[in-house]
């Protein structure tokens, strides 16, 4: 499946304002991870209330022990202090990556921003070395314009 077509299927999944926010968040997750071959570990992580830190969400893949990530510490944190995309092509040749698994390759990470302020990202791992093209930093773009539309 292409990440034209799963568009409209993130969309549907949206709208479906019978399901909780969480529960929304969770079937994006498993859209991306089921149809996208190379995304691995998909989760998002949202800024925690006040506080200088985010806090995991809801997310498909291994378990993780990074429920809570410093603003500035990992690949994660460094979005949240630049609010730029930040892709990864070889998380071994980065000095501040927060390593999850030793499956994991690389990483993309996109922010999501609600009126002008970074409320939080997506974050893919993948097992494949260098998988994210433009277009996948493009369609997760979308994904987390249209997520920001469902958060209050």
């Not at 998002?44 to 022990?65: A, I, Q, R, S, W």
């Not at 499956?103 to 998988?131: C, H, L």
Request: proline share 5%; with cysteine; charged share 25%.
């Amino acid at each position: 499946m292409t990440l034209e077509t799963l568009k409209p299927k993130v969309e549907d999944i949206i709208k479906l304002s019978s399901a909780s926010v969480d529960e929304r968040l969770m079937n994006i997750c498993k859209l991306l991870e089921e149809h996208i071959s190379h995304y691995n570990w998909v989760g998002f992580y949202f800024k925690n209330g006040n506080k200088n830190e985010l806090k995991l969400g809801p997310y498909v893949g291994e378990p993780t022990d990074h429920t809570i990530i410093p603003f500035g510490k990992g690949i994660c944190g460094q979005v949240a202090v630049s609010n730029e995309n930040f892709v990864v092509p070889d998380v071994a040749a980065q000095d501040n990556y927060i390593a999850c698994s030793i499956t994991v390759k690389a990483e993309i990470v996109i922010p999501i921003f609600k009126n002008g302020k970074n409320i939080g990202q997506i974050d893919i791992d993948s097992n494949t070395p260098d998988p994210f093209t433009e277009d996948d930093e493009r369609f997760l773009e979308f994904v987390c314009e249209k997520v920001s539309r469902m958060i209050s």
